[in-house]
């Protein structure tokens, strides 16, 4: 459950528990839903922003460390990138090619 998820289960519970009313005897509560929805909404909220890389664990220093200036960064697993630069070559020198059409 991401931050937007989140943030729509605790506008939805917060309607549900202040701005809708019910019968006097319903068989199911939305005061009670709502706040379940809130609670839900707001667990999800905070996860997210612990688990967020700036704020979460990045935070406290469970990060990868900075990388150094020119050094590429490197994912366990996978090769490091190779770059091929193909330079152009310049056409053969031959004879001229035909003459253009005459002047009007």
């Known amino acids: 459950m991401g ?4 943030l729509i289960l605790i506008a939805v519970g917060a309607i ?7 019968d006097p005897d ?3 509560d939305i005061d009670v839903v ?3 929805l ?16 700036r704020w979460g664990p990045g935070y406290w220093g469970w990060h990868r460390g900075p ?17 091929v630069v193909e330079e152009e070559e310049e056409p053969p020198a031959g004879p ?3 003459p253009g ?3 009007p």
């Open 3 to 6: 931050l937007p998820v989140s």
């Open 16 to 22: 549900l528990a202040f701005a809708v009313n019910q």
């Open 26 to 28: 319903p068989a199911v």
């Open 34 to 36: 709502g706040w379940v």
């Open 38 to 53: 809130l609670l839900v909404g707001l667990g999800g909220l905070l996860l997210s922003l612990l688990l967020w890389e």
């Open 67 to 83: 990388y150094e200036a020119g050094a590429q960064a490197r994912r366990p697993g996978y090769p490091s990138r190779r770059t």
């Open 96 to 98: 001229p090619g035909p």
């Open 101 to 103: 059409p005459p002047p």
